[in-house]
């Protein structure tokens, strides 16, 4: 009688390259929440600086309104955290009423407010 050869059955493990696929998978998911993150990031600084230039903004016009017009020049600039601070005011004689834009600058970003004065 011939001797009978035992059967093999499929492994129960993973192969090199079974492991090796996985792991790729894996390492393109960790660079797509790595991005994620960068941009989260990238935004936020944006927002906080986008803030930080309404707030200043806000603060020169309340400054015009509280101290009137007649105490400032009608067009200026400053300096401010980092921020380059511009007004202009326009005032109307006739309705004595007038505009007050401001101008806000870091780097390449610039944003405006105007304020109208009653």
């Known amino acids: 009688m011939p001797a009978s050869r035992p059967v093999q059955t499929a492994s129960a493990g993973f192969t090199l390259l079974e492991a090796m696929?996985?792991?790729l998978?894996?390492?393109?998911g960790?660079?797509?929440?790595g991005t994620m993150l960068n941009t989260?990031?990238?935004n936020d600084r944006y927002n906080n600086r986008m803030r930080s230039a309404q707030l200043s903004a806000q603060s020169k016009i309340e400054d015009i309104k509280s101290r009137g017009?007649?105490?400032y020049p009608s067009s200026g600039s400053e300096e401010d955290k980092g921020l380059t601070r511009e007004w202009k005011i326009e005032p109307d004689e006739?309705?004595?009423t007038g505009k007050i834009t401001v101008t806000i600058r870091w780097g390449t970003h610039e944003m405006n407010q105007?304020?109208?004065l009653k």
Do not use: E, T
């Open 69 to 71: 017009i007649a105490h």
């Open 21 to 23: 696929v996985a792991l």
């Open 94 to 96: 006739l309705s004595g």
């Open 25 to 28: 998978i894996l390492a393109i």
């Open 40 to 42: 989260a990031f990238q």
């Open 114 to 116: 105007v304020s109208y």
């Open 30 to 33: 960790f660079m797509g929440v």
